[in-house]
C-alpha cells in the first residue's frame, strides 16, 4: 500500500473513532435522589441534560417509618439506604434495586451493612468499589469500600476528620479522596485525603441554603449538588461555580446520585470511559479499515493491469 493510501485508511478510521467518541461524550447525564420521606420516600430519576423527570418509584425499603437515605446508582441499578428506628436509627442493609430506564422495581438484592447497629447515610461509586459512610446517628462519619458485585468489604473503616454524624453529602474525586457536607443538609462541604484527613478550608455552594447530596460527574471534571432539597447544581470542580441547574419536584431529597459509567462483571465493578469506544467496537473499525485498505488495494492492481 503507498503511503497516500495509507494515510486515507488511517483517517478514515480515526474519523470513525472520533464519531463514536464525541457521540458517547455527548450521552445525557442521569441524576437520581433519594427521598427522606419516613415510609414514603420515593427514589426519582432526572435526566439532567433534558431537566425531564425519568421516573420515580418507592422502593422496597421505604416501609413503616423508614427514612430514604443513600444513593449510588450505575447502568442498571440502584444501590440506596434507609434509616430504620422510626427514621433516625440504624439501617438493615444496603438494598439493590434494578434501574429499568429510571422505573425502578422491587429489590434484586441486598448487602450487609459493614457496621451493624448504625445508620448508613450516604452511598458512592469510586474506582475501588461501592463507597459507605456510616455514623447516623450518633458515631463519627466513617467509610468504607465494598466489592460492587458480593458486597464484601474490601477497605475501611476510614474516620472523616471533624465531620458531623448527620454527614449527608458525599463522593470519591478521581485521586480517590473524598469530598462531603460537615452536617445534615449543612452546605459546608469539605475536602478530605484518603486517609480522612481534611484537606483546606470548607466551602459553600453559590445558590444553596440548605444542601445536601454531592456526586461526580461521569467524567470525573464537574460535580452535582442537592439544594434545598428541590434542585439539583451543577457546578466545575471547586464546588464555587455554578454551571447550571434543573429543578427536582416530587420529594424532600436527600442523597443523590449521578449514574456512573460502570459495569459488574465477575468479582469487579469496572469504570467505563464514556468518550472511549468500547473494545469490541475498536476491533470492528479495525476490520472495517482493514477491508476498506484490501478493496484499494485490489482497485490499485486492475488500474495497473489496465495500464
Known amino acids: 500500500m503507498n503511503g497516500s493510501l495509507l494515510k486515507a485508511t488511517l483517517s478514515l478510521a480515526s474519523a470513525c473513532v472520533f464519531a463514536l467518541a464525541v457521540t458517547a461524550a455527548q450521552a445525557d447525564v442521569i441524576v437520581a435522589a433519594n427521598g427522606a420521606a419516613f415510609g414514603n420516600g420515593p427514589i426519582g430519576t432526572f435526566d439532567f441534560t433534558t431537566g425531564l423527570p425519568l421516573g420515580s418509584f418507592l422502593p422496597s425499603g421505604a416501609f413503616g417509618s423508614n427514612n430514604g437515605r443513600g444513593l449510588a446508582m450505575t447502568l442498571d441499578r440502584y444501590f440506596y439506604t434507609e434509616l430504620g428506628g422510626g427514621g433516625f436509627g440504624a439501617t438493615d442493609s444496603i438494598r439493590i434495586a434494578p434501574f429499568n430506564g429510571g422505573a425502578g422495581g422491587a429489590d434484586i438484592g441486598t448487602f450487609p451493612n459493614p457496621a451493624p447497629g448504625q445508620g448508613v447515610q450516604v452511598l458512592a461509586f469510586g474506582a475501588k468499589g461501592l463507597y459507605v459512610v456510616t455514623g447516623y446517628p450518633n458515631s463519627p462519619p466513617t467509610v468504607w469500600i465494598l466489592n460492587g458485585v458480593t458486597g464484601a468489604t474490601v477497605g475501611g473503616p476510614i474516620v472523616l476528620a471533624g465531620a458531623d454524624s448527620g454527614m449527608d453529602g458525599f463522593t470519591v474525586l478521581p485521586d480517590g479522596s473524598f469530598l462531603g457536607n460537615l452536617g445534615d443538609a449543612d452546605n459546608s462541604y469539605q475536602h478530605w485525603d484518603a486517609a480522612g484527613n481534611k484537606v483546606g478550608s470548607p466551602f459553600a455552594v453559590p445558590t444553596c441554603g440548605s444542601a445536601t447530596g454531592v456526586d461526580i460527574a461521569p467524567d470525573g471534571l464537574s460535580l452535582y449538588f442537592m439544594c434545598n432539597f428541590n434542585k439539583f447544581v451543577h457546578?466545575?470542580?471547586?464546588?464555587?461555580?455554578?454551571?447550571?441547574?434543573?429543578?427536582?419536584?416530587?420529594?424532600?431529597?436527600?442523597?443523590?446520585?449521578?449514574?456512573?459509567?460502570?459495569?459488574?462483571?465477575?468479582?469487579?465493578?469496572?469504570p467505563i470511559n464514556p468518550g472511549v469506544p468500547a473494545p469490541s467496537t475498536l476491533i470492528l473499525l479495525g476490520i472495517g479499515a482493514l477491508g476498506f485498505a484490501a478493496f484499494r488495494r485490489r482497485a490499485a492492481a486492475r488500474y495497473d493491469a489496465r495500464s
Open 235 to 270: 457546578t466545575d470542580l471547586t464546588g464555587l461555580n455554578v454551571l447550571g441547574f434543573i429543578n427536582a419536584p416530587g420529594g424532600a431529597w436527600e442523597d443523590i446520585a449521578i449514574q456512573q459509567q460502570f459495569v459488574c462483571v465477575g468479582e469487579q465493578c469496572n
